[in-house]
């Protein structure tokens, strides 16, 4: 498998603020990549260094085996960009604007288009100022769509659209994936990231801290563990690998790492169980882990915020 | 008065948004003011000197087509008024202007007006703190123009005269400003709008003062003439102001009447619905860039037709006015004859083109800047589009567009000029090359801009201030003998003053070499600098 995208210890500063902070990617052709983490965590500045419009201040970037920041026009005939925020030229029409940019990329699918304007519900009669966020996000999505490119750059693509709306996308980008495109897809939308991505790497202050396949990433962090023991539990608190320990005379929960659950379990057996409720944490765990805990270690340790657990037993 | 609720907030916002234009602009106001002052107490210090010298101006065309007439003759304030009426009037009503229009119209195209509307704000507020701001800047800039002039040694009488002048021909354009604001969607096309009113405003006053005397009475049509009338340091006619004051409030209401009718964000000129597809041709960079230059090019060009025409057309009344007065004919057969004095207004008449041509020539470059920051540069730059490209695509249209400009003012300037005095196939070649002789100064500031834009993007807007130093160098510099070394620093001073001087290829060459130049720099800037928003 050939890597679409890897980028490694890229630096960023503007002025004193550090955007990337040794940011690595690694995007595998043909791979759905979701790209996670808060608000100027580094996601936009990352993918504007892969579309060369920054320069990064160290590391090393390669792009469709190319360099973003010297090859920048003839790889970008093999990609199309969606930003998040998309603004329009006032007095082109949204129709104008689709054609104009997929011809700019280097040739639209005129059916494919036609197909996508209808699928998307766009008015493309309208002009560009005319448009509101979710129609002029749609506007750019029918051009990326619409060309014929190995790799999409998605920058928060589904802000604006509607539930209805999003479903045509997520269709879409299945419908890329089975075509062997490559998609870096930046969010915020969980449901959308487990629904769509192979792998996802989520960033946090200009670092990745942690990528991997969504199984991976569950087992390395912790599952909530509720049991009814038959006695006192006894021991428990001295584990390494058990946090938060809440017991209430027989009754016991933690958060154990996910990796140590086996040893923790024959410990618990070891003193009688009588019930017993194991939970991996969700998507949205993994996240309000990285995007809470200041001061994050790369093991994860420690996160000094609890995550939110929904009901213990399901 | 629910619908003003917020006004007092939103003026304190506006005003601390402003705290350095607005400041800037009172400087170049005093500037022009204080070294017109200064200037003409050196050159000429005896009511002899000064009558003579007012004499001299009250029989030049060119003069009294720029500048309008010295009122009082023989006093230092009357020269500093003639000096500083209609060229302040200008500049403090596009400064009045651009004020209103970026806090309302530019408030909503941007969408902030939005933001703050959906607060405790009255739907007035906004225009109201828009016109406050540029009035109460008015008001400001008045007094210190007084003070400066007192201070100066000027009788405070004229001096207030004056100043209240032309702090309410600023009042006046705030509220054309504010009409305008209301017809369009975009501000880009009120300030256009707007700004063509200034220029009709100018030409009017210019006309009627180099005009034959049957025409004296247009310069009332002028809010720029309005100074002028008001006879500052010469038995001050305060009537004048009332005129000013009341125009304004009248004005205002409009606004406010017309800003009732419409809906948040909607102009009055309605939008049409665009193609569903694009037009085949629609497929490079340069294509984009057209659609993007074609409203400036076509408007520009409609200006610099009226222009050139009324330019043209006033040569012949400035012939005819000469030719029927022995005095006045004497005085200038001495001075260099009949036809130099009309050759010497028609050249100064190019000269205002290249300035004006000069001006889109920014607009034009500024426009990669503002695609950038608007992110809608990123969307073509993410195609195959490559950066120089892309850059290159809107210079064609700063340097092409005040070419075709200035050729279409020229080509007008001698055609009506020529029919009049029945020689088109004479006039027509001269006023042409008249015209196009400006083109390498207005190339510089493109050049200019472009650099700023490679270099150092965030002082693109220098470019502006560079255009108003060249004018003032251009228009205070030469009158009152500043160092040759400093007037030499703004390529207008370069220009050959064609068709009264004759044609020197040498200076042009250089002029086009040094935008070359700074082109050059400008692309390669942008070639290796970060873009984005």
Sequence with gaps: ????????????????????????????????????????AGKSTTIRVLLGMLRADAGEVRLLGGDPWRDTA??????????????????????????????????VDRRRRDELVERFELDPKKKGRAYSKGNRQKVALVAAFASDVELLLLDEPTSGLDPLMEAVFQDLVAQERERGRTVLLSSHILGEVEALCDRVTIIRKGRAVESGTLSELRHLSRTSVSAELVAAPDGL?????????????????????????????????????????????????????????????????????????????? | MNDFVGTRDLIKLYARRDRVKLPVGLLIMVGIVASSVTGFAKLYTTAKERTDFANGVNGNAAQLFMYGPVVRTDAAGGLVAWRTAALGGLIIGLISLFTVIRHSRGEEETGRAELIRAGVVGPR???????????????????????????????????????????????????????????TESARAARGIASAVVGAAFLLRALGDAGKHDLSWVVWLSPIGWTERLHPFADERWWVLLLAAATTA?????????????????????DRPGPATAAPGLRTPLALAWRLHRPALLGWSAGFLVVGAVTGGAGKSIGDQIDSSSALKEVFENLGGHG???DAYLATAMGTLGLLAAAYAVQAALRPYQEETAGRAEPVLATRTSRIEWAVSHLVFALLGPAVALAVGGLAAGLVYGASTHGIGHEVPRLLGAALVQLPAAWILAALTTALFGLAPRAVQAAWGALVVFLLLGQLGGAFGWNQKLLDVSPFTHIPRIPAASLSATPLLVLVLVAAALTAAGLAGFRRRAVGS
């Excluded at chain 1, 990609?79 to 040739?107: C, F, Q």
């Excluded at chain 2, 021909?169 to 017809?183: E, N, R």
Aim: proline share 4%; net charge negative.
């Design chain 2, 125 to 183: 507020a906004q225009l109201a703190a828009a016109v406050a701001v540029a009035v109460v800047g008015n008001v400001v800039t008045a007094l210190y123009l007084a003070l400066t002039m007192g201070f100066q040694g000027l009788p405070w009488g004229g001096s207030i005269a004056l100043a209240l002048g032309l702090g309410a021909t600023g009042c006046v354009f705030a509220g054309i400003g504010a009409i305008a604001a209301q017809l």
């Design chain 2, 250 to 270: 009248l004005l205002t209401a409009a606004a406010f009447a017309l800003n009732a009718r419409r809906d948040l964000g909607a102009g009055l000129l309605p």
């Design chain 1, 237 to 314: 608190a001295g584990l390494p690998t058990v946090h938060d320990l809440r017991v209430e005379g027989t009754r016991v929960r933690f958060d154990v790492d996910t990796a140590e659950l086996n040893a923790v379990l024959a410990h618990l057996t070891g003193i009688g169980v009588r019930g017993l409720t194991c939970q991996p944490p969700t998507l949205e765990e993994l996240f309000l882990r990285h995007y809470q805990g200041d001061g994050d270690q790369a093991d994860g340790a420690v996160a000094s915020a609890p995550a939110p657990r929904s009901g213990a037993a399901r």
């Design chain 2, 340 to 342: 130099d004095l009309v």
């Design chain 1, 1 to 40: 498998m050939t890597s679409a995208i890897s980028a490694s210890g890229l630096v960023k500063t503007f002025g004193g603020t550090r955007a990337l902070d040794g940011l690595d990617l690694s995007v595998a052709s043909g791979e759905v990549h979701g790209f996670l983490g808060p608000n100027g």
């Design chain 1, 74 to 107: 003839d790889l970008h005939a093999r990609l199309a960009y969606v930003p998040g925020d998309v603004t329009l030229w006032p007095n082109l029409s949204g129709g104008e604007a689709i054609d104009l940019l997929g011809r700019l990329r280097g040739g």
